[in-house]
């Protein structure tokens, strides 16, 4: 970018007595810039592509499905993908501690959420082979929860786990369905777990 000012005194725009005697200034000013776009030439292809999470339209058996998808090819198109649409649906509050999977976890920064998944009773949904619906039911008109049974990609890796949805009334996710928990059968954490 180029700017170029320039001042000259040779002719007078303005004069202003200052103690009885004028003074007389001229004050020339040319700018010359590239000015840029206001929008990118890409902007609206950019908005087509905003990052996979909830949306208006999905109900929540889309939802769940979505985030089973996006496990099953997690490291696509960059490493831990899935798990970040996993974040993306999740209802918690990022302040707070957080019982999404189970016990009390501090889930604020998306690194511990993370490590959850790849601990190991969670990282079976990592990449897995197959999935099977083993029941889902309405529990309220906002509330809606499926247990899903997953084979992982190691040998004889297989586990069951149950998501609760809710459809968020009032704020900014107003009629969005979140995931308001992933839980495991059985006693998942009995080991600890470090994240």
């Known amino acids: 970018m180029m700017v170029s000012l320039g001042l000259s005194s040779s002719s007078s725009l303005f004069s202003k007595s200052f103690n009885g005697s004028t003074k007389s200034s001229i004050y020339r000013c040319r700018a010359s810039a590239d000015v840029p776009d206001f929008l990118s030439v890409d902007w ?18 889309e939802c769940v499905q979505y985030q089973l998808d996006a ?11 899935g798990v970040e649409v996993m974040y993306r649906f999740a209802g918690f509050d990022p302040f ?40 889902t039911l309405n529990v309220e008109e906002n509330r809606y929860k499926q247990r899903v049974w997953i084979r992982g990609a190691r040998p004889e890796e297989e586990e069951t786990f149950e998501f609760t949805m809710v459809q968020r009334v009032g704020g900014f996710w107003d009629g969005y369905w979140l995931t308001e928990s992933l839980l495991h059968d059985g006693d998942s954490f009995s080991g600890g777990v470090a994240y």
């Open 71 to 81: 496990l099953m090819l997690n490291d696509q198109p960059r490493p831990d993908y």
């Open 44 to 61: 609206l292809e950019s908005r087509r592509k905003r990052p996979f999470g909830p949306r208006l339209s999905f109900n929540a058996v």
């Open 96 to 135: 707070e501690r957080s019982l999404y999977f189970g016990p009390s976890f501090d889930l604020g920064q998306f690194e511990r959420f993370r490590r959850i998944f790849h601990h190991s009773t969670y990282r079976v949904l990592l990449n897995h082979k197959e999935r099977k619906i083993l029941s």
